[in-house]
């Protein structure tokens, strides 16, 4: 069974200054100093993906593990660590610095169907719901439209049943769904348990990671004057605000007394 894992690269968006986050002319902000990282949801996907190959020992099926990203150069390091992670095949859809895709979900959905109907058949499409960056929560049921496959959303764990077949435990509506289903299919993911990617030892990254990485080069001026169908009129950063109780007292000790009486006795009693 061949499952493709499809992610995106990220910057930390945590270590971007406050007074930084300003929106030039083409209403983008300055990210270029922060550290990038796997999108969370995308890298808890590709993290269910190893351990259900690693339970396919038991099973009669062979999980054939592909990883595809639309980025840049520098994103490459991301694929040689899954390739030391026992990854079969990585591919890159190249994307230049000036390409604005991070409200597109349906360049992103058509890239991907592209790869799988035109190149490289898959039989499982795993990717994370959204990224920090676009949280469209689009790709993925726009990916399965464009496929023609069924689409299961909030994908907390996958499970080896047979070469046509997968148990996948997913979350709908605060309860738990555990279903047997057929492939094709694409899983997005959600709040997965195990949301970590493991880290490959020093001898899997030197023997593994120099595979070569395929490359695609998209007609990007024709997918943007097809796609475009949203334009990015502002941008700024949401306010966020703790709600917060000011303590009055002349003293620390009347401040803690306080904090005790309003506050924590309450909490005590009932323990």
């Given at each position: 069974m ?8 990220v910057?930390?968006l945590?270590?971007?200054a406050e007074?930084?986050?300003?929106a030039d ?7 270029s100093y922060?550290?990038l990282s796997?999108?969370?949801f ?9 351990k ?19 980025g840049r150069q520098r994103h490459?390091s991301?694929?040689?660590t ?6 079969e095949h990585a591919?890159r859809v190249e994307?230049e610095?000036?390409?604005?895709i991070?409200?597109?979900?349906e360049?992103i959905a058509?890239?991907v ?8 058949p898959?039989d499982v499409v795993?990717?994370?719901m959204?990224?920090s960056?676009g949280c469209?929560m ?5 990916l399965a439209e464009a496929?023609?496959w ?9 499970e080896?049943v047979?070469?046509?077949?997968l148990?996948?435990?997913s ?9 047997v289903v ?6 997005a993911v959600?709040?997965?348990?195990s949301?970590?990617?493991?880290v ?12 070569p990485i395929e490359?695609?080069?998209p007609?990007?001026?024709q997918?943007?004057?097809k796609?475009?169908?949203v334009?990015?009129t502002?941008?700024a950063?949401v306010e966020?605000r703790?709600d917060?109780?000011?303590i ?7 401040k803690?007394?306080?904090?005790y009486e ?10």
């Amino acid at each position: 069974m061949k499952i493709l894992g499809c992610f995106k690269i990220v910057p930390d968006l945590d270590l971007i200054a406050e007074e930084d986050w300003i929106a030039d002319g083409q209403l983008q902000v300055d990210t270029s100093y922060a550290k990038l990282s796997w999108n969370c949801f995308d890298e808890g996907a590709l993290e269910m993906m190893l351990k259900l190959s690693d339970l396919s020992e038991g099973f009669d099926v062979v999980y054939e593990l592909n990883a595809l990203t639309v980025g840049r150069q520098r994103h490459e390091s991301f694929l040689k660590t899954l390739y030391a992670l026992k990854f079969e095949h990585a591919v890159r859809v190249e994307a230049e610095e000036d390409q604005d895709i991070r409200f597109c979900p349906e360049i992103i959905a058509e890239l991907v169907a592209g790869y799988i109907a035109g190149t490289s058949p898959q039989d499982v499409v795993v990717m994370g719901m959204q990224s920090s960056e676009g949280c469209n929560m689009k790709t993925p049921l726009l990916l399965a439209e464009a496929l023609g496959w069924p689409c299961i959303t909030e994908v907390t764990a996958l499970e080896p049943v047979d070469e046509g077949h997968l148990k996948v435990t997913s979350e709908e509506d605060g309860r738990t769904a555990v279903q047997v289903v057929g492939v094709p299919c694409v899983l997005a993911v959600g709040n997965a348990p195990s949301s970590y990617l493991r880290v490959p030892t020093l001898k899997d990254k030197m023997k593994l990671g120099k595979k070569p990485i395929e490359h695609i080069v998209p007609d990007w001026e024709q997918l943007l004057e097809k796609e475009q169908n949203v334009e990015l009129t502002e941008l700024a950063a949401v306010e966020e605000r703790r709600d917060a109780v000011l303590i009055e007292g002349g003293t620390p000790e009347e401040k803690a007394r306080e904090l005790y009486e309003s506050y924590l006795k309450g909490r005590l009693e009932k323990i």
